[in-house]
């Protein structure tokens, strides 16, 4: 049974910094593609980076360009997002998910396993 749990939430002030971990277990971790979406309230679920199996290639969306970095350590079956500069508009529920295609471009769809989701709240 595929399991992805995100963890490292929590509540911090605009300018500030949290890291979001994924612990991923029950799949080969080290062969999938990994990503990082977020839901604001009343908006639609929406990509926020991504990172290819090996590491060879990553992928941010224009509003965390700069902010955010994706890593991954396949020896501990973890994903991780480094967030700085935290911004009010970043809060969301934060969740990491999974596919088997080799691509940081992918759609939603295209993700076979999800977690349950961390809250990421940022105050002004």
């Known amino acids: 049974q595929v399991q992805l749990v995100e963890s490292g939430g929590g509540l911090v002030q605009a300018g500030g910094s949290l890291r979001l971990s994924c612990a991923a277990s029950g799949l080969t971790f080290g062969t999938f593609t990994m990503g990082w979406f977020r839901q604001a309230p009343g908006k639609e679920r929406e990509f926020v980076a991504a990172i290819l199996w090996n590491s060879g290639d990553t992928n941010y969306a224009d509003s965390v360009k700069g902010r955010f970095t994706i890593s991954r350590d396949n020896a501990k079956n973890t994903l991780y997002l480094q967030m700085n500069s935290l911004k009010p508009e970043d809060t969301a529920v934060y969740y990491c998910?999974?596919?088997?295609?080799?691509?940081?471009?992918?759609?939603?769809?295209?993700?076979?396993?999800w977690g349950q989701g961390t809250q990421v709240t940022v105050s002004s």
């Open positions: 998910a999974a596919s088997k295609w080799r691509s940081t471009r992918l759609g939603q769809t295209s993700y076979d396993y």
